[in-house]
């Protein structure tokens, strides 16, 4: 089992950056994959960004070229850096951990993108 706590939100002027982490409570060497979800009011959870252990990484067509994704497998964390941030970015970003058929959550953290 592993708990995930999701830090880094806030509300940020659009263009702006924030640097999104999310802390695993064990090695997350061994997890598969380490992913980034968002789900804003009203709207389904979608996929924003994963990474496999190997480090191949994978995007929403929305925040390609904008988004980043990362581990760091010896803090047990991984990263989500977003540039040229937009209001429709704007949403509670998740973090999911998968470790063989598991899925693990975070609890969120809140991004607002406003003027």
């Known amino acids: 089992q592993v708990q995930l706590v999701e830090s880094g939100g806030g509300l940020v002027q659009p263009g702006g950056s924030l640097r999104l982490s999310c802390a695993a409570s064990r090695s997350i060497f061994s997890i598969n994959t380490m992913g980034w979800y968002r789900q804003a009011p009203g709207k389904q959870r979608e996929l924003v960004a994963d990474i496999s252990k190997g480090g191949r990484t994978n995007y929403a067509a929305p925040v390609k070229g904008r988004f980043t994704i990362s581990r760091d497998n010896a803090k047990n964390t991984a990263y989500l850096q977003m540039n040229s941030l937009k209001p429709e970015d704007t949403a509670v970003y998740l973090c999911?951990?998968?470790?063989?058929?598991?899925?693990?959550w975070g609890q969120g953290t809140q991004v607002t993108v406003s003027s």
């Open positions: 999911q951990a998968i470790a063989g058929a598991q899925g693990y």
